[in-house]
Each structure stands twice: as structure tokens, then as C-alpha cells.
């Protein structure tokens, strides 16, 4: 998810706009900044480009999600389903509002399996968080219609998806609420940094203030005459990163443009294969491509296709995830047992106790044959040629040694 791959001279610009000035905060300051409010600018342009009638940047994707979860009114003993594949955010951001993270079975969507979500409904169920993994997409009408039939808020994590769209409306601006994180390795960058979008103007002030100490920011140019509705965090994006990001969204099309064009290349190619499954996408014209996602018949010939990229060192830039400590439950020890620096409520812990021994075996039984190629912007159409070469004749070794019997 490269937007960093193409820094230049743009974010140059736009941060020295910034340094100009000396106005580091994105508040405040008014006559000393001459003008210059690059986070407010951000929020415009990613209203105007995803559709989204509010945009409440953040520090990070992370507390963009904390603010959403407070925002949405989630909190102590409230219920939050999510995938068993996503990002320890997801689960951070819960608990650190108080709610109780419920994991459940993904499905070839790579997210949330509708059947799964219905199973895990109880009377304490809030929210359901399609995690929109590896830039494509949940089954969104699902979800949805199961959130509408349960009464339940739908909250987007489209970190990893922005620029993806599931039936013409952009990722992230279809549930009540959806966030993107602008870290160093998101398909576009702020360095650090995130957004909660939301059509809910409600929503949106809450978010306004929770991410400043709780400012109602109707104190005029003096902060300190700013009253606190209620009770907020910093959680503040810096003018320099939003700087960084307004020159990123301004290439973010050119960016989806040329992974598009690269994906499509890779794919034919692993297409040639009859073996290799792909990932279902529920919506494949929205599909941003920063990722081709694809499965093996089994964990055995995965794992073998995984050593054999290792033994040739190309394996960089292909995720085994089943493996990977950041993303999948199987590695989670640390959440499991409830592992924190602070006491966490007896609800989180009882619940996070029964993850021991939850049973995610059709999980397992998607993640263990999967396979993540990351599509990066500065590939010649060579050398994606090329990769794919090397790829297929990997995959087609191990399928040699190891024969699949039906
Ligand atoms: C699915 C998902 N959610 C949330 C986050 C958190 O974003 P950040 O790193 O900006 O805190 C990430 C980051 O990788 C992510 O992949």
C-alpha cells in the first residue's frame, strides 16, 4: 500500500508551506499562520474525493477508530463484532473505550462472514466492524442488512482500502461511520495520521472535540474559551503531516490508476495456473488493487510455496498472514490472555478469556492458503513480467512435488 513510493516534490512544497509559517498545530494561532490550514484543507479535499459529508482528521488510523467507537456512543460491556483477520487496532481501539471485542469467522472475502456476524449477535451486540482487509472489500449488503434487522451501528475500518468503492460509494463512507489510517504504508500517506468520515453531523462534532481535549471549538481564536461538552483525548493530527497528506490525495487516482494497471498485469499471469484460486470481491470494480490475494489448494502446498519464494529470496512483498504476528488471531497470545499494562474490566477479560478456545477453524481453514502479493507503483510492466514468472514457476514446482488428490 505504497503512497510512499511516489514522494516528491509535491509534499515538499506543501510542508514547507507549513514551515513557512512556524504553525505546527492545526488550531489556534490564526494571525501567525497567514493563512495557512492545511488540516482543514485535508478535511475538504477528502470530503470532496469520497463523497463524505464530514471528515474529522486524527493522529493515526488507530485513534481515528477510538474516536468512531466514542463518537457512536460504544462503550463499557457493549459488544463489537469483527473479523478474526484485521489489524491489533481493531481490538485495541474496542478495548480502549471499554467495549468487549467479539472475533468471529472470516470468509473468502478475506473479512467478515455474514453467517458468522448473525451467530455472534447478543443482547449486548452494538457494533459490527467490517474490516475491509488488503484494499478490497466486506460483503457490504449483508452486513448491512443485518445490522438494519438487528438495530446495530455498522462502523467501517477501510484503513487498508482507501480509494475502494462497493457500488459506486467509496469505502469507508457507507456505514454510520469509516476510517482510513495515513500511516507511512497506506495507500496514501500523512506520515502518521488517519480520518473518521461520517455523513452524521452529530457524529462528526463529537468527533471534532474528542480528538481535542474535548473543545467545543466555539471559543474563537482563544482556546481557552472553548468549553468541554464532555470528556476527549488528544488525539490531534499535526499541520506538517496533514501537509504531507493534501499532496497525497491530490495522486491518490494516478496512484489507484497505476495499481490497477499492475494488478491486472499479475493476475493474468497467476491466472495461467488452474490451482490458484482468488479472493472473492464482493464488488471487483471497486477493488483499489493494492493487493492480489490468492489461494492454494491446501496448507501443505502453501506452506511449501512460502519456503520455496524464502529459499530463492522473493518472498519480500508476499504475505503469508496465517504466519504473521500483526494481523490474524492464531498469533494474538497477548489479547488472549488478557496481557495489559493497565487492569482491563472483568467483562473485557472474561471475554478475551473465551478466545482461548474459541473454535476458528474455517478461518484457519481460509488464512492457511492464502497468499498476499503486494502490488507496488514503481513496477516497469517488465518487471512485473517477470515477477510473475518467478511466481508461477515456484507455485508450479511445489505443485509438482506436492500432488493434489481430490
Ligand atoms: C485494518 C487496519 N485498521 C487500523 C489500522 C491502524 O492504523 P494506524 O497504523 O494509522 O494506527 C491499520 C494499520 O495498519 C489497519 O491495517
Not at 512556524?22 to 463523497?51: H, N, P, Q, T
Not at 438487528?150 to 482500502?161: H, K, P
Not at 490468492?294 to 512483498?317: C, H, K, M, Y
Request: proline content about 3%; hydrophobic content about 40%; overall charge negative.
Amino acid at each position: 500500500m505504497p503512497g510512499f513510493e511516489l514522494w516528491g516534490e509535491e509534499e515538499r512544497n506543501e510542508v514547507n508551506d507549513v514551515l513557512e509559517t512556524g504553525i505546527l498545530m492545526r488550531y489556534g494561532f490564526d494571525a501567525l499562520r497567514k493563512g495557512v490550514w492545511k488540516s482543514k484543507e485535508l478535511e475538504a479535499a477528502i470530503c470532496k474525493r469520497f463523497g463524505s459529508k464530514y471528515a474529522q482528521l486524527t493522529s493515526s488510523g488507530t485513534s481515528a477508530l477510538t474516536t468512531a467507537f466514542a463518537a457512536l456512543g460504544i462503550g463499557a460491556g457493549d459488544e463489537v463484532i469483527m473479523p478474526s483477520f484485521t489489524f491489533v487496532a481493531s481490538f485495541e481501539s474496542v478495548l480502549s473505550v471499554g467495549a468487549i471485542p467479539v472475533l468471529v469467522d472470516i470468509d473468502e472475502t478475506l473479512t467478515l462472514n455474514p453467517e458468522a456476524v448473525k451467530k455472534a449477535i447478543t443482547a449486548k451486540t452494538k457494533c459490527v466492524v467490517p474490516v475491509h482487509m488488503c484494499g478490497s472489500m466486506a460483503d457490504l449488503d449483508a452486513l448491512m442488512a443485518i445490522c438494519k434487522e438487528n438495530n446495530l451501528v455498522l462502523l467501517e475500518d477501510a484503513c487498508q482500502s482507501i480509494g475502494a468503492s462497493y457500488k459506486g460509494r467509496a469505502l469507508g463512507t457507507i456505514g454510520e461511520a469509516g476510517t482510513f489510517s495515513f500511516d507511512f504504508v497506506k495507500i496514501m500517506t500523512c506520515g502518521e495520521g488517519g480520518v473518521v468520515l461520517t455523513n452524521n453531523e452529530e457524529v462528526y462534532i463529537k468527533c471534532d472535540g474528542y480528538t481535542d481535549h474535548g473543545h467545543d471549538h466555539k471559543g474563537g481564536a482563544d482556546r481557552g474559551a472553548d468549553q468541554h461538552p464532555f470528556i476527549g483525548y488528544n488525539y490531534r493530527i499535526s499541520e506538517l503531516h496533514a501537509a504531507v497528506g493534501l499532496a497525497q490525495i491530490r495522486k491518490l487516482d494516478s496512484f489507484l490508476d497505476i495499481q490497477k494497471r499492475n494488478h491486472g498485469i499479475l493476475k493474468n499471469i497467476l491466472s495461467a495456473i488452474p490451482e490458484i484460486a482468488f479472493r472473492e470481491i464482493p464488488d471487483p470494480d471497486g477493488d483499489s488493487c493494492t493487493f492480489i490475494s490468492w489461494f492454494l489448494p491446501t496448507e501443505e502446498l502453501t506452506r511449501a510455496a512460502v519456503d520455496e519464494l524464502r529459499s530463492q529470496n522473493i518472498l519480500a512483498g508476499n504475505f503469508y498472514w496465517y504466519d504473521n504476528n500483526w494481523h490474524y488471531i492464531r498469533k494474538w497470545d497477548h489479547l488472549k490472555s488478557s496481557i495489559s499494562l493497565h487492569a482491563l474490566g472483568e467483562a473485557q477479560q472474561t471475554a478475551l478469556k473465551k478466545l482461548q478456545s474459541q473454535d476458528f477453524s474455517a478461518s484457519d481453514a481460509v488464512m492457511s492458503r492464502c497468499i498476499s502479493t503486494a502490488i507496488s507503483l514503481l513496477w516497469s510492466e517488465e518487471q512485473i513480467r517477470e515477477k510473475g514468472e518467478r511466481l508461477t514457476s515456484v507455485i508450479k514446482k511445489v505443485l509438482s512435488q506436492h500432488p493434489v488428490t481430490a
